[in-house]
C-alpha cells in the first residue's frame, strides 16, 4: 500500500461539517502527505427541484422523514465514477459495528465512499441495489452519519502506513493486539508524590516490555474482560496470567489460615 491514497469520499447534505475536519492535525498531514484523498459530495447537488429537497414522507405514514432514493443516487454514481474500487457503506444504526479489525482492512483498501444518512434513514431501494456494506460506530442513533464518518476516516487513517510518526503507533494501539494498550508515563519523574515506575527508566528494554505486557493484561482484565475471553492468548501472556492466579491462590489460602486463628482465638 506504500505510495497508494486511500480514497474516502463522502456523501452528505452538509459538507461544510467537514471543512474543520481535513485541515487539522493527522487528517491534514496524509492528505498533504498524500497518504488519503479526501472529499465530500454534496447530495443536494443530485435534486431536481428549486429547493433542493432530499427528504419526503415515508409511504405507509409514520413519523419523521426518510431520504429520497433519485438524489442519493446520482451522488453516489458519481462517487462511484471518481473512486470506482472503493466500497460504498452507508453510515446506518443498523449497520455491523464497526472495530479496529474493520480498520486494518479499510486502510489496506482502495477506500470508502461514506453515505451520511439523516432523518429516519434512506430509501430502502437504494440500501439493496446501490450499498456495499453498512456500518454503525456503536449501539446509539445520532441525528446523521457525518460524526460517525469523521470517526471512522479518523481511526482508518492513522493506520495507513506513513500516516503516524512511527509505525509502532498504530500496531501497539488499543484493540490492535486483542488487548489494551499498557500503562504510560511522562516527565515529570514525580508529581504530586506518584513516581514514575522504576522500570521505565532502568534502561532495561526486556524488563521494560515484560511490564508494559503485563500493566496491558491488568488493564484489559479488570475494563474489559470481554477481550480476553476472544484473544488468542501468547505463551507469555498464558504465564503471566498463571502466575497472577497462583499468587491469588496463596492470597486466599492465607487469608482462609488467619481467618481460622481468628476463630480458635475467639473461643
Given at each position: 500500500?506504500?505510495?497508494?491514497?486511500?480514497?474516502f469520499?463522502v456523501?452528505?447534505?452538509f459538507?461544510?461539517?467537514?471543512?474543520?475536519?481535513?485541515?487539522h492535525?493527522m487528517?491534514?498531514?496524509?492528505?498533504?502527505?498524500?497518504?488519503?484523498?479526501a472529499?465530500?459530495i454534496?447530495?443536494?447537488?443530485f435534486t431536481k427541484d428549486?429547493?433542493?429537497?432530499?427528504?419526503?414522507r415515508?409511504y405507509?405514514?409514520?413519523?419523521?422523514m426518510?431520504?429520497?432514493?433519485?438524489p442519493?443516487?446520482?451522488?453516489?454514481?458519481?462517487?462511484q465514477?471518481k473512486a470506482?474500487?472503493a466500497?460504498?457503506?452507508?453510515?446506518?444504526?443498523?449497520?455491523?459495528?464497526?472495530?479496529?479489525?474493520?480498520a486494518?482492512?479499510m486502510?489496506?483498501?482502495?477506500?470508502?465512499?461514506?453515505?451520511?444518512?439523516?432523518?429516519?434513514?434512506v430509501?430502502e431501494r437504494?440500501?439493496h441495489?446501490l450499498?456495499d456494506?453498512?456500518?454503525?460506530?456503536?449501539d446509539?442513533v445520532?441525528?446523521g452519519g457525518e460524526?460517525?464518518?469523521?470517526?471512522?476516516?479518523?481511526?482508518?487513517t492513522?493506520?495507513?502506513?506513513g500516516?503516524?510518526?512511527?509505525e509502532?503507533?498504530a500496531?501497539?494501539?488499543?484493540f490492535?493486539t486483542g488487548?489494551l494498550e499498557?500503562?504510560h508515563?511522562?516527565?515529570?519523574?514525580?508529581?504530586?508524590?506518584?513516581?514514575v515506575?522504576?522500570v521505565l527508566i532502568?534502561?532495561?528494554?526486556?524488563?521494560?516490555e515484560?511490564?508494559?505486557?503485563?500493566t496491558?493484561?491488568?488493564?484489559?482484565?479488570?475494563?474489559?474482560r470481554?477481550l480476553?475471553?476472544?484473544?488468542s492468548l501468547?505463551?507469555?501472556e498464558?504465564?503471566?496470567?498463571k502466575?497472577?492466579?497462583?499468587?491469588?491462590?496463596?492470597?486466599?489460602h492465607?487469608?482462609?489460615?488467619?481467618g481460622?486463628?481468628?476463630?480458635?482465638g475467639?473461643q
Amino acid at each position: 500500500m506504500k505510495g497508494k491514497a486511500v480514497k474516502f469520499i463522502v456523501l452528505t447534505i452538509f459538507p461544510e461539517m467537514f471543512d474543520p475536519f481535513w485541515e487539522h492535525g493527522m487528517i491534514k498531514r496524509a492528505i498533504e502527505r498524500k497518504k488519503i484523498f479526501a472529499s465530500t459530495i454534496n447530495i443536494r447537488d443530485f435534486t431536481k427541484d428549486k429547493h433542493r429537497v432530499t427528504d419526503d414522507r415515508p409511504y405507509g405514514g409514520g413519523s419523521g422523514m426518510v431520504m429520497k432514493a433519485e438524489p442519493l443516487a446520482g451522488a453516489i454514481r458519481a462517487a462511484q465514477k471518481k473512486a470506482p474500487l472503493a466500497k460504498t457503506v452507508l453510515l446506518t444504526p443498523q449497520g455491523r459495528c464497526f472495530s479496529q479489525n474493520i480498520a486494518h482492512e479499510m486502510a489496506s483498501s482502495d477506500g470508502a465512499i461514506l453515505v451520511c444518512g439523516r432523518y429516519e434513514g434512506v430509501d430502502e431501494r437504494i440500501s439493496h441495489h446501490l450499498i456495499d456494506d453498512e456500518m454503525s460506530i456503536g449501539d446509539y442513533v445520532l441525528t446523521g452519519g457525518e460524526l460517525g464518518a469523521m470517526i471512522i476516516i479518523d481511526a482508518v487513517t492513522r493506520l495507513v502506513p506513513g500516516t503516524l510518526g512511527s509505525e509502532d503507533s498504530a500496531e501497539n494501539d488499543s484493540f490492535s493486539t486483542g488487548l489494551l494498550e499498557h500503562a504510560h508515563y511522562t516527565r515529570p519523574r514525580s508529581f504530586e508524590g506518584n513516581d514514575v515506575p522504576d522500570v521505565l527508566i532502568s534502561g532495561n528494554h526486556k524488563e521494560i516490555e515484560k511490564w508494559r505486557l503485563e500493566t496491558s493484561l491488568i488493564r484489559t482484565f479488570l475494563k474489559r474482560r470481554d477481550l480476553l475471553e476472544k484473544k488468542s492468548l501468547s505463551p507469555q501472556e498464558i504465564d503471566i496470567l498463571k502466575k497472577w492466579c497462583l499468587d491469588i491462590e496463596k492470597i486466599i489460602h492465607d487469608q482462609s489460615l488467619r481467618g481460622s486463628d481468628t476463630s480458635s482465638g475467639t473461643q
